[in-house]
């Protein structure tokens, strides 16, 4: 599991702070004076209209897909200055997003949701009248304490079992939900959604950029669940795309759905995404919106219950609809920005729907009713590595591990008299062979973490401390039958050996050289360019 990083880092420096007041005629006023006319892309962004701001249809483009293309000889090949823009980049790979044939909840801006929202309640239950004035894209961070812990709520029905019957609830529907809403102009019959989608990119230092394309939806459908009913239905959904480029060249993409981590596809290399030219493709789940890179049924979590992408939907192609933003400072300073303007409803902390319900008899069961809290939104920390680390298999008996550290490890590295670096590879195998033989024993030192199908092992070596120099250890590979890598661990350690600070473990994904996919490896060569930084 990748290291969340700290959950909120200090906004960097404003300079000239644009604030929007949307009054009654939905004009953004600047409280440091006067507007000039480049500032006239502020005035359209405080609507209240239910449209969708964005009406330039998206380029269109064959919708065969292009077979996965093989990496260059060195996947960061450099490119030229201009092809390093991270606003060029975030459109130059806008996704490609197939939605299901079946699908009824259908994007939309945030413009076209704020004003449906009646009452706002916090953690406590109590709840008081929205003030549309402040429900507005330049003004709901003005909400108390940056609307942390509260929920934008509706009031009208929201628990479709298996349908929202009353007219009052079908803009939860989305604008292509309404009847002419889609785009049929492309005459193939599938459809075409011309919503925009919401980016971020973030500067992660030594070329890398992330980029993270995030989708809102005014509704989320859940799953039947048998005599349960339809189980996590939610008002509001978000869910995002990331991407990795270095020196302006993708190397992978992430995958996401509601539950992250193993619930999800998490991270594929460039050259096993789908793609359309250079742009790359993924396919959403039926109601719940999660993010896949196949059509296909999967599994979405321990109930069984599954998430459906088919390639026979509409198709909303991003290119041109992104509406780009910078995350932070930069890699040194990782300082988030306060955005402003028509962006500053993106510094809201809150929840962009109602509670959810826990009084279903089932509750203590399963976990959740049949209406769950509404999710929050892209206000989140975008400073962690990918959900899995791509490592070719080794082919020698050893692992190879090198990593950096961040400047506050460093630093608390330095002031701490650390002189070393303890790297734990972690392992895991099931615990009987395929012949329902006892697995092999390990040596008695090893660390064991159990559980019902694989056993959990480390295997530890120590590295010198060299500050902000590449740190690089080898280990000996995982034993044991059908043992593999799962993923690695640093700690901070004095020269006597005794350890004082340790990472969480970040996940390795190995791979085999041309060929496609992930495949277990019992050790691997791991080039991990993401500074380690978490608590210590």
Excluded at 44 to 71: E, I
Excluded at 187 to 200: A, I, K, L, S, W
Excluded at 235 to 263: C, K, Q
Aim: aromatic residues 10%; hydrophobic residues 35%.
């Amino acid at each position: 599991m990748a290291d969340a990083g700290p959950p909120h880092l200090a906004p960097g420096p404003s300079g000239w702070m644009m604030r929007c007041f949307c009054v009654a005629t939905s004009i953004c006023i600047s409280s440091a004076g006067p507007m000039h006319t480049s500032a006239l892309g502020l005035l359209l962004a405080c609507t209240s209209a239910l449209a969708t701001p964005l009406n330039r249809p998206p380029q269109q483009a064959p919708w065969l897909a292009s077979p996965p293309a093989a990496l260059p000889s060195h996947p960061w090949t450099s490119q030229s200055n201009a092809d390093h823009d991270p606003t060029k980049l975030l459109e130059k790979y806008a996704p490609i997003l197939k939605l299901s044939k079946d699908e009824k909840y259908f994007p939309s801006t945030v413009d076209y949701m704020l004003p449906h929202y009646e009452y706002i309640e916090n953690t406590s239950g109590d709840s008081y009248p929205a003030n549309h004035t402040i429900l507005t894209p330049c003004e709901l961070d003005t909400l108390p304490l940056s609307g942390s812990q509260l929920f934008l709520s509706i009031s009208e029905p929201h628990n479709p079992q298996p349908a929202l019957l009353n007219a009052e609830s079908h803009y939860l529907y989305g604008p292509a939900g309404q009847k002419g809403g889609i785009d049929l102009s492309s005459g193939d019959g599938r459809g075409r959604v011309n919503e925009p989608v919401y980016g971020f990119w973030v500067d992660q230092g030594r070329g890398i950029v992330d980029l993270w394309y995030w989708t809102f939806y005014p509704f989320n459908f859940g799953k039947p669940a048998g005599r349960f009913g339809v189980l996590g239905n939610h008002v509001a959904d978000w869910e995002h795309f990331r991407m990795r480029t270095v020196n302006g060249t993708p190397i992978s993409a992430d995958f996401s759905t509601h539950e992250g981590g193993y619930l999800s596809a998490g991270t594929l290399r460039w050259e096993d995404v789908e793609k359309v030219g250079e742009r790359p493709v993924a396919y959403v789940a039926m109601g719940s919106h999660g993010i896949w890179p196949d059509p296909g049924e999967h599994i979405g979590n321990l109930l069984k219950i599954i998430d459906s992408t088919d390639d026979l939907g509409p198709i909303w192609d991003t290119e041109s609809h992104v509406l780009p933003v910078q995350y932070w400072t930069n890699s040194s300073d990782r300082q988030r920005l306060q955005h402003e303007g028509e962006d500053s409803w993106r510094n809201f902390k809150g929840y962009w729907g109602n509670k959810g319900d826990t009084d279903c008899w089932w509750h203590g069961i399963v976990g959740i009713c049949q209406v769950v809290d509404a999710p929050p939104g892209p206000n989140r920390y975008f400073g962690s590595p990918p959900e899995c680390l791509l490592a070719p298999i080794s082919s020698a008996p050893t692992s190879t591990i090198s990593f950096y550290l961040s400047s506050p490890a460093i630093d608390w590295a330095t002031n701490n008299s650390i002189a070393m670096v303890q790297v734990e590879q972690i392992c895991e195998r099931p615990k009987k062979d395929r012949g329902g033989k006892d697995v092999q024993d390990m040596e008695s030192d090893t660390d064991y973490a159990n559980d019902d199908d694989v056993e959990v092992y480390g295997v530890k070596g120590l590295t010198n401390f060299v500050g902000d120099e590449k740190h690089s250890i080898e280990l000996p590979a995982c034993k044991g039958l059908q043992s593999a890598v799962r993923g690695y661990r640093v700690s901070l350690c004095l020269l006597n050996g005794r350890c004082l600070s340790t990472s969480r473990e970040r996940k390795i994904c190995a791979y085999e050289e041309g060929k496609r996919g992930h495949k277990a490896g019992s050790a691997v060569l791991l080039d991990d360019i993401d500074d380690w930084l978490w608590n210590f």
